[in-house]
């Protein structure tokens, strides 16, 4: 009786009211975790099987290469061209985007006129909600080296008119100048929200104890809003590797691969020359890179921010 009495009282004890509110919790977010698995996870150890394999993307049958697909990429000059125009582009691109849309948002911020603020604020995010495809083909058409209206104007003035797009020397630069104008008022929207929850009193005591605007912007604004600073710099690093639309619209990677990224690679073999193993290892490539440099500003700028 003992036994059975011990027994029924460690099985009532097993179940008692903390693993009832745990059971409750992994059942609630069991559908979370199952969709993760399956558009997440899972996805990521197909690619990282595929890229293991060559075989067309039309044939079910993939022979096993190991390493190959690795091995002939970095073989590649071709390659070493498109991580080349990847890393310029989004370093580029991360660096002037940051640096305008700090001072862009500081602007406004300091500005005293509200009605004037917002036609200012309203001009700063209307190219973000137009579509990147209209966007391109308007600036196609501003950046043409015939007929741009850019070229246009410089001709008027008796100036040299600008390549552009035409040159393989200038047209990677392009992009990026399209996607910060693109792209300015989004990241400028994020930081202004952040320097209007900066504390007033600060800048009080600053301005009491006759410390100079540099000063007071770099000791004060920038650590304040640094959070907000490594988020955006986060999301703009990742989004400009995953540049595609532009490319594809506008470039097709030329002239003379000058503009071909990691992204429109890995689109061009899987779905123009069909060649899922190479695709696949381009795919892969870029999930190391990103996931390297997210990393790396965790490590090096996450000591840096500054949490209230």
Do not use: C
């Not at 490594?230 to 691969?257: D, H, K, R, W, Y």
């Amino acid at each position: 009786m003992e036994d059975k009495k011990g027994s029924v009282k460690q099985k009532g004890n097993f179940w008692n009211h903390d693993r009832k509110d745990a059971l409750k919790g992994y059942l609630l977010i069991f559908p979370s975790i199952l969709l993760l698995g399956i558009f997440t996870i899972y996805p990521i150890f197909y690619l990282l099987d595929s890229s293991l394999r060559d075989g067309s993307l039309l044939s079910k049958k993939r022979e096993f290469v190991g390493l190959e697909n690795f091995i002939t990429l970095f073989k590649s000059v071709d390659f070493h061209t498109t991580l080349k125009n990847t890393f310029i582009y989004s370093v580029g691109l991360v660096a002037i985007l940051m640096v305008l849309a700090t001072l862009l948002a500081v602007w406004v911020n300091g500005k005293a006129q509200k009605r004037l603020n917002s036609v200012t604020l309203a001009a700063m995010f209307t190219p973000h909600i137009i579509s990147l495809v209209s966007v391109s083909t308007v600036f196609l058409w501003i950046m043409d080296p015939q007929i741009g209206a850019i070229n246009y104007v410089l001709r008027t003035l008796g100036l040299k008119p600008f390549p552009f797009l035409a040159s393989s020397k200038t047209a990677l630069a392009s992009l990026v100048g399209m996607m910060v104008w693109k792209s300015l008022g989004y990241y400028s929207l994020l930081i202004l929200a952040a320097l209007q929850g900066v504390p007033k009193d600060i800048y009080e005591a600053a301005e009491i104890d006759d410390t100079p605007k540099i000063r007071t912007f770099f000791r004060i604004t920038l650590p304040m809003i640094s959070p907000t600073l490594f988020f955006t710099t986060i999301v703009a690093t990742i989004s400009s590797f995953q540049v595609f639309e532009t490319v594809n619209l506008m470039t097709q990677g030329g002239p003379v691969n000058s503009t071909n990224t990691l992204v429109y690679q890995i689109y061009s073999d899987a779905f123009k020359y069909l060649k899922l193993g190479p695709a696949t290892a381009e795919a892969v490539v870029l999930l190391t890179m990103v996931g390297i440099l997210t990393f790396l500003y965790f490590f090096f700028l996450g000591k840096k921010v500054h949490y209230q």
